[in-house]
């Protein structure tokens, strides 16, 4: 009886245990969202970077108990994985928050891929994913996205971008995630709805990862990234906000130390994108579409941005020490631009890169000193490298202000003329996914739209042809070897979901030409 008793208490003491185990790994509050039919990969896959003959494939497997977990993948050209080509065996653990990225390589160009993940018991949805072209090719497509927030609404936009069968990939220009406690910045009339996990800003490795774990679980978020490859580049709220080398805004002496916390942003940042990674922690990178396009992208928040000054009158906003990129970084940005033979080069670009005048709203305030303005003596050096070496058919793309634009980049702001010899280049600005834009309060949609006419009067900026302050969505860029065509599309609101987009506004720029023409 003794024995028999001593047995029960063992198993009861295990049963606990084990069950601790798994509460103690799950707890977060993210199972709250898991769908019993996606287990165990709740958070659903992606691929990302492609290249003409290489591809990263990405899935996050959740176990009952912190154990390492053996995934198996595999890779066909056929949708329903009927006969994979590739297929492979690994294991991940807590070391890597149990995520998996694969870097499949021996992939044929310009090829549409479809890959699957099994473990535990379980298969993963079917991803697809596209290699790059390795040659001169009829058009190369790409939905440009950026500023992803969360608690701000509902990712109708990427619900649409994942409904498109003529992309090449998705690029996705930073702020994928926001790093705010709940309710501190956000539509608070959506309540627990989109309320942010952890309910604390985030800090450290296990706050990042739960704040992965959630926007993961989002279906359109999860739609998106299993339709089509992504191309990421980091902003700051990644990190926090308005983050720079050596220190951020949104970052306070007693919350710790800011490189060990950055540190545990770029970590999670890797294990939770398909992002290749190398020996180089940042994710400045080319990325070529045959002989079309090279994607150019740069990073200017951690590796070599120094700190912002805080006035534009003050005596340092014009040093030659003051930078966006840091050496490295800039003497790299040069020669991928001296280089390239693409016919477009397409920088992906966090903040807006072209002078904008803003004094009409604070005369005390012209710039907006956490953009390229406020680094001009960087931004004069490109916008010169541009025009002394003749690099023609380049593009800047935009995320961070969560507003549309499209400017005439002048190789001096004063001298600027509507003619093609006083320009460098051309800058698009993509709308944000959700994050808040002007009429997101108060204001109204009318007086937002006196707003962007202010914007665009030639005594503030003539090389501004197009802004859009209100709407969400995402922009489309079709570049053939004659022209690039850029599509603005908005989706009707942000508060619910909703199958509705429009066609905002189409630019075209013409090879050979730093002028944008309505269309």
Avoid at 78 to 101: A, C, E, H
Avoid at 211 to 237: C, G, S, T
């Amino acid at each position: 009886m003794l024995r028999q008793l001593l047995y029960f208490f063992l198993a009861i003491f295990c049963f606990n245990a084990c069950s601790f185990s798994f509460l103690a790994y799950e707890n977060d509050g993210t199972e709250v969202y898991f769908k019993e039919t996606n287990k165990p990969f709740y958070h659903g896959v992606a691929s990302g970077d492609p290249l003409k003959d290489r591809v990263i494939i990405w899935t996050r497997v959740t176990p009952n108990l912190q154990k390492a977990v053996e995934v198996k993948w595999s890779i066909s050209e056929q949708s329903n994985m009927s006969v994979p080509i590739k297929t492979g065996v690994l294991q991940t653990d807590s070391t890597k928050d149990y995520t998996v990225k694969i870097d499949v390589t021996g992939l044929s160009p310009n090829t549409k891929y479809y890959y699957q993940f099994e473990a535990l018991k379980g298969k993963s949805a079917i991803g697809r994913t596209k290699t790059t072209p390795a040659n001169q090719t009829n058009g190369v497509q790409l939905a440009i996205v950026s500023c992803s927030n969360y608690e701000a609404g509902y990712y109708n936009a990427f619900a649409r971008i994942a409904e498109r069968e003529d992309l090449d990939a998705v690029v996705h220009l930073g702020d994928y995630i926001y790093e705010y406690g709940p309710g501190t910045y956000g539509d608070k009339s959506l309540g627990t709805a989109r309320q942010h996990l952890p309910r604390k800003e985030i800090l450290t490795l296990a706050d990042y990862r739960t704040r992965y774990a959630q926007y993961r679980l989002d279906a359109d978020f999860q739609k998106v990234h299993q339709m089509h490859p992504f191309i990421n580049i980091w902003d700051d709220h990644e990190f926090m906000n308005n983050v720079y080398k050596a220190g951020a805004e949104n970052h306070q002496a007693e919350e710790g130390s800011f490189d060990i916390r950055k540190n545990f942003a770029q970590q999670v940042y890797f294990e939770w994108l398909p992002v290749r990674e190398s020996s180089n922690p940042s994710i400045y990178r080319t990325i070529s579409f045959g002989g079309m396009v090279d994607l150019i992208l740069l990073d200017e928040r951690i590796i070599g941005r120094t700190m912002p000054v805080d006035s534009a009158q003050h005596t340092d906003l014009q040093a030659a020490n003051r930078t966006m990129l840091g050496a490295q970084q800039l003497a790299w940005f040069k020669e991928q631009l001296t280089a390239s033979k693409a016919t477009w080069k397409i920088i992906g670009n966090q903040v807006i890169f072209s002078p904008l005048d803003v004094s009409w709203r604070n005369p005390k305030s012209p710039y907006n000193l956490d953009a390229w303005d406020g680094y001009p003596y960087e931004q004069n050096q490109i916008r010169q490298f541009l025009a002394n070496n003749d690099i023609g058919n380049v593009l800047f793309t935009t995320g961070d202000t969560h507003c549309s634009w499209a400017f005439e980049v002048p190789l001096d702001l004063a001298e600027y003329k509507e003619t093609a010899s006083s320009t460098v280049a051309i800058e698009f600005g993509t709308p944000s996914i959700t994050s808040s834009n002007f009429n997101d309060g108060d204001t109204s949609d009318e007086e937002v739209m006196q707003a962007e006419a202010i914007f665009k009067q030639n005594q503030f900026n003539p090389h501004l042809k197009y802004v859009n302050l209100r709407d969400h969505g995402y922009l489309l860029l079709t570049m053939n070897m004659r022209e690039v065509i850029a599509e603005w599309y908005y989706v009707d609101k942000i508060n619910a979901p909703s199958s509705t987009e429009k066609l905002g506004a189409r630019y075209v720029v013409k090879g050979g030409s730093h002028q944008l023409v309505k269309n």
